[in-house]
């Protein structure tokens, strides 16, 4: 049997070394992308998706992430009286409801899989969603609702995939491939982050995950991997023959928020398509392209 996704994770206790001095006081997950920050995008994505049950595994520094799931009283006063309806829904229309978010702390930072560890009394004994902010998904449908669709059909674990540059591997958790039918790749290995010449393949994992609720088992019991961290790549991979497990190639354009350059292309991405701004962004950008 096939059970439902209802509770989705978001590990957001990393250190966002990558955009110091911007992430000094402030959690990397706040950045914004045109006027959302990124971690917005991964919960409305999450609920698009049909997710009800909010767990974010933090960390120190974080308080800001809270506060942003939750009302603000004096800012929709102020916003009431002075009649502004359409930023009072910008501020509430994507919250989650009271009593379906919670927050659990990783008191050491051992990692995607240590944080992933962490939720598993909140998660319970159901499978459910892992997101990474940081990989920001442009889609008409939402990459986790398209896995959700997926997982219904497939069960088991299902990872989003996407073919990288062999240069890339080692930036990623590498597939090796079964069976390929072109969005749906059966998932006969894993590797985290290997050099391009000892990849599997160059299909990587990207911060989308469905799992079942073994993998708390198998977190408990795997040794530390790549970087000394203990790995969420490295525990998935000992579920390969235990339960039915894929990645699929969602549909959409991914960005790595984690790295500059990726943060700005998404800013440009999502700012085209934002009705408001698109016509002079457009115009800006054409004005660069000319002096380049
Ligand atoms: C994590 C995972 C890696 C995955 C990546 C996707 O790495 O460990 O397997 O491919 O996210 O973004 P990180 O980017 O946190 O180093």
């Known amino acids: ?38 971690i917005q995008y991964a919960v409305e994505e999450a609920r698009a998706a049909g997710i009800e049950e909010f767990v974010f595994v933090t960390g120190r520094g974080k308080q800001s992430i809270e506060d942003h799931f939750d009302r603000s009283y004096e800012l929709e006063d102020v916003l009431r009286e002075r009649g502004k309806n359409d930023l009072l829904d910008a501020i509430n229309s994507w919250m989650p409801k009271s009593g379906q978010v919670s927050y659990t702390r990783q008191m050491e930072p051992l990692g995607l899989g ?18 990474l902010a940081d990989d920001l998904i442009l889609s008409q449908k939402g990459c986790l609702a398209e896995m959700v669709e997926a ?43 290997p050099k391009p010449s ?6 990587a994992v990207i911060g989308r ?7 708390f088992d198998h977190l408990d019991r795997v040794e530390r991997g790549a970087g000394g961290e203990i790995q969420l790549t490295d ?3 000992r579920m390969i023959g235990e339960v039915p497990f894929h990645g699929l190639r969602f549909s959409g354009t991914r960005y ?3 790295d500059k350059v990726g943060f700005l292309q998404a800013n440009i991405a999502f700012a085209l398509e934002h009705p408001d701004l698109k016509s002079e962004v457009q115009d800006f950008l054409r004005d660069i392209a000319r002096t380049l």
């Open 209 to 215: 995950y469905i799992l079942q609720p073994q993998i």
């Open 1 to 38: 049997m096939i059970r439902p996704i209802r509770t989705a994770v978001f590990p957001v206790g990393g250190l966002g070394t990558r955009f110091l001095p911007a992430t000094k006081a402030m959690p990397k997950e706040m950045l914004p992308v045109v006027d959302k920050p990124l």
């Open 256 to 258: 790595d928020c984690g």
């Open 198 to 203: 000892e990849a599997p393949s160059r299909t």
């Open 235 to 237: 525990a998935m991979a």
């Open 114 to 131: 240590h944080a992933v560890r962490c939720a598993k009394a909140l998660v319970g004994d159901e499978p459910f969603a892992v997101l």
């Open 151 to 193: 997982y219904n059909r497939v069960g088991g674990n299902l990872i989003a995939a996407m073919d990288v540059p062999q240069e890339h591997t080692r930036r990623y958790g590498i597939v090796k491939p079964g069976k390929d039918d072109g969005p749906l790749v059966e998932v006969k290995g894993l590797v985290e982050k």
